[in-house]
């Protein structure tokens, strides 16, 4: 199972958001998510909400798209990536897995 702590992306003292769309596609290229799930391997990300204050629901769609689109489903999407986080992430990232799925559903 690989841990995947998005604590990591804030780099200055002065910063506690993590946002952009770029910023979700490269974080997900440089974790080598696409690695991780071809090897049939589970996806943990880590949300320490002591560091990480907000993250953008540009973020999410940058970084989720790949795996929603590979899944194609929420359903077969959480059989792979475990969110550990409080209840506010969650929420915002069930949103943003919504929307993902209903525009992979409307192509």
């Not at 199972?1 to 946002?19: Q, Y």
């Not at 696409?34 to 002591?50: G, K, P, Y």
Request: aromatic share 12%; with cysteine; proline share 2%.
């Amino acid at each position: 199972m690989a841990r995947l702590e998005l604590k990591e992306i804030i780099t200055s003292p002065d910063s506690d958001t993590i946002s952009g769309r770029a910023t979700g596609e490269q974080y997900y290229k440089k974790c080598k998510v696409s690695e991780i799930l071809d090897r049939n391997e589970n996806i943990v990300i880590v949300i320490d909400d002591n560091i990480v204050k907000a993250i953008n629901d540009s973020f999410w769609k940058g970084f989720f798209k790949p795996i929603i689109f590979r899944y194609k489903t929420l359903k077969e999407f959480n059989k792979h990536v475990i969110i550990e986080a409080n209840d506010f992430y969650r929420k915002s990232i069930e949103k943003n897995l919504h929307i993902l799925e209903a525009i992979y559903q409307s192509k």
